[in-house]
């Protein structure tokens, strides 16, 4: 059993190694499939790409697939399937022009303008994170042929014992647990956590930074580990990611009603180890704590336990000398900017996502730390504070408004925009905070 999609990527990885340095492009089926191609593609030192394809389910039973369509009017069907389920030409029509409007929406948001890679003369290597009927890989092996692939692999972690069988249109297949008694592609995963649309679009971005030549780290190399954050007798739970050499750390407040499990918040930390920077989740507030409503808008008392977070951080060996930032969300930011006003604070930056920085309106003032305010534009009551906000810092600050996002950015891409404008700010402005505390308290290095 695999631990999740990236542990079973690294064994698959091994299985297809005879593939690196061939003329070949890696293609994750989305959403699932792309985790595993994106450690593939970055082990082969291949191009990745999604090949996008959407299954036919029956009308009734729509987890059933009777079919597959995909890009370039490619489709596949179960004839002996639609037969015994009596589906009519006028049902299947309408489920096919349902997916076909669903297929094109998924490929302009996915591939956000970036036109397909081509596979003309090319290996496509098409990537899922199991295999189950199998006509998903064949519609997609039918793609890449229409293409101009000249050879197809289909690689997955797991599948039926008779998966070649049921994808006949590829010229090999990699499957590395073929179980006689298979019964689902989650079998094989204790994580099986779905794929969201936002993590794909941010792995394919990272592997697009790659091949432009910026730095882009695997997820693979990062460290993980549960701890606890000392505060004035409490122990505050946190979760601790820990990338190769890392540049700095950065620190989260979530906001209310969240946690530090938070798929949002940890989407943004994936982005940040991404970009080589190490991240501490962690909980403000103890469950019981959390049932008084008066806590979470309490910023003092979140201010001082973030305080004593980046205390316990710069402590450890990892981040010893290292620059740390903050990242906050909702009630979070207020929380994150009221620590970073501390006349001995010494972070490198800070970014507020969706945030209510006007929560610590008396301390903005004396915040020192280079700011980014990241809001939805359709969230406007948030947009109009940030905006309030911003006129009361005297640092390095400015407001960037996501169009069409609202408060969580739910919105689909919004999010990953948003996570790597953070990315990208804290890359360069945490370090760079950091020398500039420096330089004005005539401090010298941690």
Request: charged share 25%; glycine share 10%.
């Amino acid at each position: 059993m695999f631990a999740d999609r990236n542990d079973a990527a690294t064994h698959l990885l091994e299985r297809v190694a005879s593939l690196r340095g061939d003329d070949a492009v890696v293609l994750g089926l989305p959403r699932g499939g792309v985790p595993v191609a994106a450690v593939l593609a970055d082990g082969l030192g291949l191009p990745l790409d999604v090949i996008v394809v959407c299954k036919l389910g029956l009308p009734f039973q729509p987890e059933v697939a009777m079919g597959a369509i995909g890009e370039g009017g490619a489709r596949v069907v179960d004839d002996q399937l639609v037969r015994r389920a009596g589906v009519t030409p006028a049902e299947f029509a309408e489920v096919e022009r349902r997916e076909r409007a669903t297929l094109e929406r998924r490929v302009a948001q996915l591939r956000r303008g970036r036109p397909p890679r081509s596979l003309v003369g090319r290996t496509a290597i098409i990537v899922d994170d199991g295999l189950a009927t199998g006509s998903t890989a064949e519609v997609a092996s039918r793609v890449a042929r229409s293409l101009g692939a000249r050879r197809v692999v289909v690689a997955a972690p797991i599948g039926p014992a008779d998966a070649a069988a049921r994808v006949p249109s590829a010229d090999r297949i990699v499957c590395l647990e073929q179980p006689r008694w298979f019964q689902a592609v989650g079998q094989a995963y204790r994580d099986f956590t779905a794929t969201s649309d936002e993590e794909v679009i941010l792995l394919l971005d990272a592997a697009h930074r790659r091949e432009r030549g910026e730095p882009s780290r695997s997820l693979a190399q990062v460290r993980h580990a549960q701890v606890e954050i000392p505060h004035e007798g409490l122990r505050l739970a946190a979760d601790l990611s820990i990338p190769e050499s890392p540049a700095g750390f950065v620190v989260f407040a979530h906001g209310s009603g969240s946690s530090r499990h938070s798929p949002r918040n940890r989407l943004v930390a994936e982005t940040l180890q991404r970009a080589g920077l190490g991240t501490l989740l962690l909980d403000l507030l103890l469950v019981e704590e959390e049932a008084d409503r008066a806590n979470v808008f309490d910023i003092p008392l979140l201010g001082a336990r973030l305080v004593s977070a980046v205390a316990w951080l710069g402590a450890r060996a990892e981040a010893s000398g290292l620059p740390v930032g903050y990242f906050g969300a909702s009630t979070g930011a207020g929380a994150a900017l009221w620590a970073a006003a501390e006349p001995d604070a010494r972070i490198g930056a800070v970014v507020s996502r969706g945030g209510r920085p006007d929560l610590a309106a008396p301390r903005l003032p004396a915040v020192r730390a280079p700011t980014l305010l990241i809001v939805g534009g359709e969230d406007h009551v948030v947009l109009d504070l940030n905006s309030q906000a911003l006129a009361l810092l005297r640092c390095e600050a400015d407001l960037v408004v996501v169009p069409g996002a609202t408060h969580l950015f739910e919105e689909p891409g919004t999010l990953a925009q948003a996570a790597r404008l953070a990315a990208d700010f804290l890359e360069i402005r945490i370090s760079e905070g950091e020398r500039g505390y420096r330089s004005a308290t005539g401090g010298g290095a941690r």
